[in-house]
């Protein structure tokens, strides 16, 4: 009778020979043999003899087979399909996207493989050319040779504009730069949280999406759209800033809201013609907007720049710009006009971010390059720079 089984376990019991077995608990004065085998073909026998009762014993069944055994796929499974591996996944982020894709049977079946392999912390993010319904170990093995990884990545370099990286993107997806952006016209519905868009300064709030396309080599997914890319490029940003606590200290240690500070940043990006002196240009550009420069505004003809490319025209060196483009009342981004410009002019790196987060004390207001390798002389006084632009010139540099 089923009544009379017992599938409880008990404590050991001492053989006549000081042993431990471990048994059934005695029932009728008898005791089973026992072991983990022997308990589980319990199981069994009891399940299939309460198969009579309807199914939902099978479905007991199952649910104490996947306790015992992992649930996986055999072999190296059949058809193809793709699965993205996004950005900062974990193993255990691997298994859901695998999981919901039916490459593998069970997420525990894919880090248990993964486990066991010690080259599997080589996994990188990117778009994987699978097969469904493989075992675990299979699809760590397949993902661990590159050629089964979709290759179509782009690097996108520091301080390039909006527009140019659109034409960039276009260039290697073949998607049309207005349909860049069109996605480009609402930041916020790109990622970029609305509370980015506030100043300290006073001055109107101008939303683009300029500053959060953060460089980097990306790998575009198949079937990617414009919207979908750019939603990369900010969410790399978020989490990049994230890490380094960039809102949180600019405010903090700046006064500044974070806004302004990616603007100093784009600045430093484009000035600074070394990375060592980063923080000392995102300096200088908080000192004549915030500071004691005598127009309160940033004289930088990189702004000029700007402006001269949002407006379909070619960009100059300062030698090349005449009166009217440096004093354009038109201009927003005007090098005169008081204050800090509405927007930031590119897309600054972690460098120049955090020379704009973490900027060295000084009270510079000017700056030239002074060598071929780009490094700059900076100076308080005019008179400083005046010498320093001396030391430029014997160098051949201006």
């Known amino acids: ?171 290697k997806t073949k998607i049309p730069v207005k349909e860049f952006e069109a996605a480009a016209k609402d930041p916020e519905a790109l990622g970029v949280p609305d509370w980015w868009f506030t100043r300290e300064d006073g001055k109107k709030v101008v939303k683009s999406v300029e500053g959060f396309l953060y460089p980097d080599t990306y790998e575009i997914p198949p079937k990617a759209t414009a919207e979908s890319i750019l939603k990369l490029m900010v969410d790399n940003f978020l989490t990049v800033t994230q890490e380094m606590k960039f809102a949180d200290r600019v405010q903090k240690e700046r006064k500044v809201s974070p806004y302004e500070a990616l603007i100093v940043a784009s600045l430093a990006q484009a000035e600074a013609g070394n990375k060592d002196d980063l923080g000392k240009v995102a300096r200088v550009a908080y000192n004549r907007a915030y500071g004691e420069f005598p127009c309160n505004c940033l004289e930088m003809d990189v702004t000029v720049n700007y402006y001269l490319e949002s407006i379909g025209k070619p960009t100059k060196s300062s030698k090349q710009m005449t009166a009217a483009e440096l004093d354009d009342p038109k201009n927003p981004y005007n090098r005169k006009l008081p204050g800090m410009i509405p927007t930031p002019i590119n897309n600054p790196g972690k460098q120049a971010l955090e020379g704009a987060m973490a900027t060295p004390t000084g009270k510079w207001l000017y700056f030239v390059a002074i060598d071929k390798e780009g490094h700059s002389e900076f100076a308080e006084t005019y008179e400083q720079h005046q010498r320093n632009e001396a030391k430029a010139r014997e160098a051949g540099i201006i």
């Open 1 to 171: 009778m089923i009544d009379d089984l017992d599938l409880g376990f008990d404590e050991p019991e001492r053989g006549e020979k000081g042993r431990h077995r471990r048994g059934f608990r005695k029932r009728n004065g008898k005791s089973g043999g026992g072991g983990r085998g022997k308990t589980f073909l319990a199981l069994l026998m009891a399940l299939v003899l309460l198969g009579g009762i309807g199914g939902g014993a099978f479905y007991g069944f199952d649910r104490i087979q996947n306790y015992f055994v992992t649930p996986d796929y055999d072999g190296a499974g059949s058809g193809e399909i793709t699965v993205e591996i996004k950005n900062g996944a974990l193993i255990a982020d691997m298994a859901d996207a695998l999981v919901a894709a039916d490459v593998v049977k069970s997420q525990k079946a894919f880090i248990e493989a993964a486990e066991a392999n010690s080259r599997s912390k080589n996994i990188q993010p990117g778009t994987y050319k699978l097969r469904k319904q493989m075992s675990g170990e299979s699809a760590v093995t397949a993902m661990l040779d590159l050629k089964n990884k979709i290759v179509n990545g782009l690097t996108i370099p520091e301080g390039r504009t909006a527009k140019n990286i659109y034409k960039l993107l276009s260039d």
